[in-house]
């Protein structure tokens, strides 16, 4: 008697929590999320407020959305609905819909749990990513999960277990008949790193599979995906990438298009703003993970104004990814970089896949960038057992091997294999930067190049950038070039004249010079936040 008691009742008060409302269609897109808004009346009829969600029922179908409420915007008795609700449930202007209160997902409970400092598993992680990507959580409970996150720590069970949630609630792919798929990722903060457009075509060109997938700048003057972006489409789909590496061995693809764990992209609008990075090891790993790599080589660029300031932490990070690796069965080893200077001479997109494209068709040699290329290349192919892995490399490039190969994904992916370097424009205004004494080049601000080359518009413009005549160590006469800066309007030119006033890009004085330099007043100390998958 009392359950047939309470079943009346719950009935009674669900009645009392639903309306049916008349749609109206906003025209707005919500980023993925599915957002109403409701009259203030109607909600106060419902018993909600803002951010509550609520069910959204039109014929058979149904959908939990996210509220906001309005008095003015949306009369009593109508419901205005996000792109993302019309297109999901099939709604027009005027249909009538059933309203009802709905329970705040379960992942909520979790998000909490994690703030308290509790440990997490797979099942809470899955939950909690899962309402990520369908849109059902908030901006602001996102950001409490990222925070939390960032102040309570993630051990390795949990980022194996985050990283395989990532995994699953995204697309996954399958290179069918390929055993010995292959990747490099570099945790960035060092510009110029064109170092993917070089090592992709050697190690397809010498019969491995390595499938790379890039992501575009966040906080750097050129993600992978901008350099690549120069030389041909990079926004494939699934089955594209799956043909290109069928034909190639290899491709070069932004992982934007892929929808290869998409929770990172909704993660890093968190990250970003708030200048921190708890994800680093869900985020490269799920990514990797997706794509069916076997051996990875992450790359630690180590040194002053690279993420990592020391060798002993990046051997600790290294340690770290190793084990996540096992983990996630991915055989991981990590390569310890030089990251005291940009890689090569280039910085920008334009600028960086035409020293790329320069460097496979032998017509410049880059010391830096090809010994940091063929190292990496020979911890790839030491992974599989192939020996001599540095001088096959080598060879590799002087043949012709490799430019052929790079040429070859050019063409499967839709561009001109016949592009020249000349070919790719970049912008026609630029400011030559002189040495105001002679010496040596004692230190490059990797932060200082990094801000020059985006304030004179990269990567959005991808002519915009930053040529180094000098390097560390080399010698500098008075008024010699040490850089050039180059955009593609004028305005953005003057812009990036005034932060390279405010922040000096590079340090010239006698060998073993004891003084760095003086300050005279209060220093602003802007510190500088890399963000790079």
Request: hydrophobic share 40%.
């Amino acid at each position: 008697m009392r359950t047939e008691e309470n079943n009346l009742t719950s009935t009674f008060f669900k009645k009392l929590m639903e309306l049916t409302l008349k749609t109206k269609l906003l025209g707005l897109e919500t980023g993925g999320k599915p957002i109403v808004v409701l009259n203030k009346s109607d909600a106060e009829e419902l018993g909600i407020r803002s951010c509550s969600r609520v069910e959204v029922c039109f014929k058979k179908k149904r959908l939990i959305a996210i509220t906001n409420i309005s008095a003015k915007l949306i009369e009593e008795g109508a419901i205005g609905v996000s792109e993302e609700v019309k297109s999901e449930l099939g709604l027009r202007s005027g249909d009538e819909v059933r309203v009802e209160v709905a329970e705040f997902p379960k992942s909520l409970r979790y998000i909490k749990a994690k703030l308290e400092g509790k440990k997490l598993g797979y099942e809470e992680f899955y939950e909690i990513v899962k309402d990520v990507v369908e849109g059902r959580l908030s901006e602001g409970e996102i950001a409490s999960f990222v925070c939390a996150l960032e102040t309570r720590g993630i051990d390795l069970d949990e980022a194996a277990s985050l990283s395989l949630a990532m995994v699953e609630t995204g697309k996954k792919i399958e290179f069918k008949g390929k055993k010995k798929i292959v990747d490099k990722h570099s945790i960035g903060g060092v510009p110029g790193d064109k170092t993917s457009l070089v090592l992709v075509p050697i190690i397809a060109s010498l019969g491995l599979t390595i499938p790379k997938t890039s992501s575009r700048a966040i906080t750097s003057a050129a993600g992978t995906a901008d350099r690549a972006e120069c030389l041909m489409p990079v926004s494939l789909e699934i089955e594209e990438m799956l043909r290109v590496v069928k034909k190639t061995n290899g491709c070069i693809a932004w992982g934007g298009t892929l929808h290869l764990a998409p929770a990172d992209d909704i993660f890093i609008q968190v990250e970003y703003p708030l200048a921190i990075d708890p994800l680093l090891f869900p985020s490269i790993m799920s990514k990797k993970k997706a794509v069916g790599s076997k051996y990875l080589v992450i790359d630690i660029p180590c040194g002053r104004g690279a993420k990592i300031k020391t060798i002993g932490d990046a051997d600790k990070l290294a340690k770290d990814f190793i084990e996540l690796g096992k983990r996630l069965g991915i055989d991981v080893r990590c390569a310890v970089t030089h990251g005291e200077e940009p890689v090569g001479y280039c910085v920008g997109p334009a600028l960086e896949a035409r020293e790329a494209l320069s460097v496979l068709m032998r017509r410049l040699h880059v010391e830096d960038l090809l010994d940091k290329v063929t190292d990496i290349v020979a911890i790839l192919l030491g992974m599989v057992g192939m020996k001599y892995g540095k001088q096959r490399a080598i060879k590799a490039i002087s043949s012709g091997k490799a430019e052929r190969k790079l040429r070859e994904i050019i063409a499967e992916q839709g561009g001109n294999p016949k592009i020249k370097p000349e070919d790719i424009p970049v912008g026609e205004e630029k400011l030559d930067v002189l040495a105001k004494s002679k010496g040596f080049v004692l230190w490059i601000s990797n932060p200082a190049i990094i801000s020059i080359a985006r304030a004179a518009g990269a990567p959005k413009d991808k002519g915009a950038g930053i040529v180094l005549h000098k390097k560390l160590g080399e010698p500098v006469r008075e008024g010699e070039k040490i850089l050039t800066v180059y955009a593609e309007k004028s305005e953005k030119l003057e812009r990036a004249k005034k932060v390279l006033e405010e922040t000096p890009p590079m340090g010239i004085g006698k060998r073993r010079e004891m003084l760095i330099h003086e300050i005279r007043e209060k220093p602003l100390h802007r510190k500088t936040f890399i963000l790079e998958r």
